[in-house]
């Protein structure tokens, strides 16, 4: 079918995933481990900022990382494939990402692969998900998230759903990765949906019983 260039293989291509130096590398980290059991091919950049963070903040060194993706490139290789808009992808995911990324993003002016690989996603009209971490916000990172937005991106702020009662703080990063990975049709099968207020309340205090979840 890929061979009629109709897109009919577009939910296989690879996905492109970029970690920023912002806090939160665990939804990077998750995104390429429920990539990898959803069979699908990953590219990652790692932005140096977001290798010193990870080191901080996750468990797992920078090597043990890369080495969930597919292909790891680093950040300073601007001739790598994904800095091309004729190698096809599904689209980028940046997780998390740093108002510094951000702005680079908004502005179009970029400087390292990963923003390269996110403004070839605007400009081929791919799909770009930012994961976008700081808190409070000044009135020029709610302008670049307007911009990019403006050019095709979404703008997803790791935000914890409590409705979904999650029990752990793995549960929570699982909803919000399957939530961003429902946005490239593909289903992690750890989103509970919602079904309404009745059929929740009918499931009793934890709500995960049976099927209105599921
Ligand atoms: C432990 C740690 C946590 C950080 N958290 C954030 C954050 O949540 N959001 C943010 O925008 N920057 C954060 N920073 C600062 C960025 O890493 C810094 O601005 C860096 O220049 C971003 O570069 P990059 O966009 O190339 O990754 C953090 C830095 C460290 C060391």
Known sequence: MSALGNGAD???????????G???VVYGVRLLESLRELQIET???????????AAYEHPLPPRAIRALSSVHHPVSDIAAPIASGSFRTMG????PCSMRTLAEIASGATSNLLTRAADVCLKERRRL?????ETPLHAGHLRAMLAVTEMGGIIVPPVPAFYAKPASLEEMVDYTVGRV??????????????NGMRERQALGENGKESAPWT
């Open 129 to 133: 998900v930012l994961l976008v971490r």
């Open 92 to 95: 980028m995911i940046v997780a």
């Open 43 to 53: 590219h990652l950049v790692m932005t140096k900022a977001g290798e010193m963070t």
């Open 181 to 194: 990975l429902d946005l490239f049709e593909l289903d992690t099968g750890q989103v509970q949906r919602w």
């Open 10 to 20: 577009r939910h296989r291509r690879p996905l492109v995933i970029g970690i920023s």
């Open 22 to 24: 912002a806090s939160g």
